[in-house]
Nanobody
């Protein structure tokens, strides 16, 4: 069983920055390695959008076009934590941000297109004012 807790959301002005964290609590003997860890966001009335993901087995990353060159996903396997550094935030980035984790698996390349995230956090709200 994996429990995820997001933090770091808040309210910023357009052009500002935030750093989201997703800390994973694992069961006995479990490992953070070899999982897809993803950040998603959702605005009420719209579909959930994949923002970025990282494969903790090899560090490969994927970004949605809308956040490329502005957001950076990173991992700290020693802390079982994934981060999302968000720079140059725009009003359209405002959403509830969720962290998700897959079960352990072997991935060649990135986690892009991988479905079946088994574990989800409660979300952290990001508000961007213009």
């Amino acid at each position: 069983q994996v429990q995820l807790v997001e933090s770091g959301g808040g309210s910023v002005q357009s052009g500002g920055s935030l750093r989201l964290s997703c800390a994973a609590s694992l069961g006995p003997g479990d490992t953070f390695r070899n999982r897809c860890m993803g950040w998603f966001r959702q605005v009420p009335g719209k579909e959930r959008e994949a923002v970025a993901n990282v494969y903790t087995g090899g560090g490969t990353t994927y970004y949605a076009d809308s956040v490329k060159d502005r957001f950076t996903i990173s991992q700290d396997n020693a802390k079982n934590t994934v981060y999302l550094q968000m720079n140059n935030l725009l009003p359209e980035d405002a959403a509830m941000y969720y962290c998700a984790a897959s079960s352990r698996k072997l991935i060649v390349g990135t986690c892009h297109g991988m479905t079946g995230y088994a574990y989800w956090g409660q979300g952290t709200q990001v508000t961007v004012s213009s």
